[in-house]
Nanobody, 120 residues
Framework: QVQVVESGGGLVQPGGSLRLSCAASGSIFNINNMGWYRQAPGKERELVAA???????NYADSVKGRFTISRDNAKNMVYLQMASLKPEDTSVYYCTVKQRLSDGTVNNYWGQGTQVTVSS
């Protein structure tokens, strides 16, 4: 089992910045992609950004140029640096960790989410 815990959410004014952190612990091996999703009330969960074990990144169009994802493989951490925040970025942000076992099994683990509110 892998435990995933997010931190760093909060209230920020439009145009402000915030950094989310995510720590993975437990049976930490064969971790592939790590990423961030978000879900606003009444909306589907959507991918915000993802990063491979080799450092390749992928972003939602709505956050390109404003958000940066990074990871520290030694610490099993993934981060989301958010800048130029907009009210429409208000959501619960979830960290996800993908683990691929030697037998081909893929496990996706999720954190409990952290609230980000962008408001004046």
């Amino acid at each position: 089992q892998v435990q995933v815990v997010e931190s760093g959410g909060g209230l920020v004014q439009p145009g402000g910045s915030l950094r989310l952190s995510c720590a993975a612990s437990g049976s930490i091996f064969n971790i592939n992609n790590m990423g961030w999703y978000r879900q606003a009330p009444g909306k589907e969960r959507e991918l915000v950004a993802a990063i491979t074990s080799g450092g390749g990144t992928n972003y939602a169009d709505s956050v390109k140029g404003r958000f940066t994802i990074s990871r520290d493989n030694a610490k099993n951490m993934v981060y989301l640096q958010m800048a130029s925040l907009k009210p429409e970025d208000t959501s619960v942000y979830y960290c996800t960790v993908k683990q691929r076992l030697s037998d081909g099994t893929v496990n996706n683990y999720w954190g409990q989410g952290t609230q980000v509110t962008v408001s004046s």
